[in-house]
């Protein structure tokens, strides 16, 4: 099939690898590192939270694939929305921020060479800044695409703003159809992380 040669292809040998380890803080102020995503697919997104139109649009249909995947295949993906604007999206910003979309988004957040580190892993294209002054307002340029990471932390496949909601969910929901490996069906508590042993299932 299509996608699982998509897949496949991802893990070749000489392929530009996307994602990797990072070390960020999630909207409650708990470490959060590439291992929490682990046990479960993962869904990545890229942002901030004065964005005026795109990422509230690309958030709304966030919300809406989270809820169709989780319609026909239970609780196996982990929504993250990490931040490209570490100077103003606090823990507490992006909590109230994305309260508005989805309670099972876990937003991330850190220092500026560590949020740095992380677009770099994913090979995430951002223009923030990095000396802002308190209060300065300004806009950030980012690459528009949400990742999709299987149960081990290896990259599936980049869903781009041409797809609906609906082909989204039915792309991620082929691909968790795929797997044949262990895949994590708990409920967990609304826009909460879980622990790095939590993280895949025993």
């Avoid at 690898?17 to 909207?27: A, Y």
């Avoid at 958030?59 to 989270?66: H, N, P, Y």
């Avoid at 969910?169 to 909460?192: F, N, P, Q």
Wanted: proline share 6%.
């Amino acid at each position: 099939m299509e996608r699982k040669r998509i897949a496949e292809a991802t893990k070749g040998v000489g392929k530009p690898k996307v994602g990797g380890s990072f070390e960020l803080m999630d909207q409650d102020g708990r470490r959060f590192t590439d291992e929490n995503m682990l046990g479960k697919y993962a869904l990545v997104y890229f942002g901030f939270t004065h964005c005026p139109d795109i990422c509230p649009e690309e958030l709304d249909k966030m919300a809406r694939m989270i809820d169709l995947v989780r319609s026909s295949s239970g609780a196996v993906m982990r929504p993250v929305f990490i931040t490209c604007d570490p100077a103003r999206d606090t823990p507490a910003v992006i909590k109230t921020y994305l309260q508005e979309f989805h309670p099972a988004m876990i937003g991330l957040t850190g220092t500026w060479e560590q949020v740095k580190a992380v677009c770099k892993a994913y090979r995430v294209y951002f223009s923030t800044p990095p000396n802002v002054k308190p209060g300065q307002d300004y806009l950030v340029d980012h690459s528009i695409y949400f990742y999709l990471m299987d149960p081990e932390g290896d990259f599936v496949e980049a869903i781009g703003r041409q797809h609906t909601a609906e082909r989204a969910a039915t792309i991620i929901k082929d691909h968790i159809g795929d797997w044949r490996g262990r895949l994590d069906k708990t409920e967990e508590a609304s826009g909460v992380a879980p622990s790095s042993s939590a993280g895949v299932p025993q």
